[in-house]
């Protein structure tokens, strides 16, 4: 139980509304320079000035809360959000009420804070900020490695430790708080001062383990949003194995821990000998293989005498003669079949004209035979009228009319 204060106003003493107002704020503000309360928030309203106006309450009690503007608030409030306010009470004596003015305000419970993460990792995921085809590999050998991380935390010391041992390389450092409200601020600026000057080829954002809480600050937007924007790149090397910020989604390689993340950026000179010895081991195989290759190649090459190679090429000749003259020779048998063909269709072709004559001559002596005019010849006539009609009858006869004889025509008229 609080101990109730002893009164320091006697029983006679009359004051006007504003004294008693004014003192009544002293009081309260001295009382109470600094004060943390956990509640559900409800009624929550923004001004046009840019200040929140809110209550913060229980099962039993409610208390008025404002935010001024510029007040960091790193998270969107909502009615019914269960959170921890730090600030300092104060009254208000035009309405006649008290009320807390926040400087500090985080999640109240584990199950907020992921409810929160969860909300926030898929709209940046629907942005395209985790895509895996944005990722960018780690340069085998970096030279110059920027650390993003608080000077004093035995993250820094972890990481510069496991550099030197495994390959020594130039470490950059920005300075930055891992915590609290500006936290997410200075860990953003670090990965945007590290692209500006392009003065490293690799970042590490890196931090101890701790509490959700704590590691809120590399789940801020800010900070997703400059890692996934970095041109050079990042790893992210935050909290433990079992922690998983936002920043990790949107970093191109993932550590468990800052140590590890001293591991995945440069390889052990141990490995780096075993590396080099393998390869030189490929290398000189290969090159073995190679000229075992050309020795067999040289062995294989028969060298022949000059008188060789022009015997060879002398049969090769000959062949080439005989294979001509066979084709010349099937050629010119061909033309002379064909030549052979050509002469006996001329001898058919005058075989065909002789019967053709004589079938012409025997058509024409039976047209001879067959002619009127040997009629005539035996002493017959043929009498025509005028349009050159036979008379056959004598009824039929008129005048003028034509007689044919055998050796002439006689008119009639």
Known sequence: MMEKPAPFVQPDMVFSVSDASAL?????????????????????????????????????????????????????????????????????????????????????????????????????????????????????????????????????????????????????????????????AEVAAGIEYFNHANNVDVIIVARGGGALEDLLPFSEEIVVRAAAASKIPLVSGVGHEPDWMLIDFAADVRAPTPTGAAEIVVPTKLALMQEIDNLWHRLFNNFTTRLNNAKSRVDAINIKSPRQMVMEQMQRLDDTGRTLAIIINGKLLNAKQKMDTVNSVQNILENKLGLLHQNVCHLGQMLNSLSYKNVLQRGYAIVRDENNTIIGRKADGLTPATIEFADGVLKLN
């Open 24 to 184: 009544l704020k002293k009081v309260v503000e001295t009382a109470f320079p600094r004060i943390k309360i956990r509640g559900e928030l409800s009624q929550i309203t923004r001004a046009t000035s840019g200040h929140m106006y809110m209550t913060i309450k229980d099962a039993n009690a409610a208390i008025s809360v404002i935010i001024w503007r510029g007040t960091p608030v790193p998270f969107k409030l909502e009615d019914g959000m269960e959170v921890i306010v730090t600030g300092r009470f104060t009254t208000y004596p035009a309405r006649s009420n008290y009320q807390i003015v926040v400087s500090e305000i985080e999640m109240a419970g584990v199950g907020a804070i992921l409810k929160m993460l969860e909300e926030r990792k898929r709209k940046l995921a629907a942005e395209g900020l985790f895509d895996s085809a944005r990722k960018k590999p780690l340069p085998k050998f970096p030279q110059r490695i920027g650390i993003v991380t608080s000077p004093t935390g035995a993250a820094f010391q972890d990481i510069q430790n496991r550099l030197r041992e495994r390959f020594p390389v130039q470490i950059v450092l920005y300075p930055a708080t891992v915590q609290g409200v500006t936290a997410a």
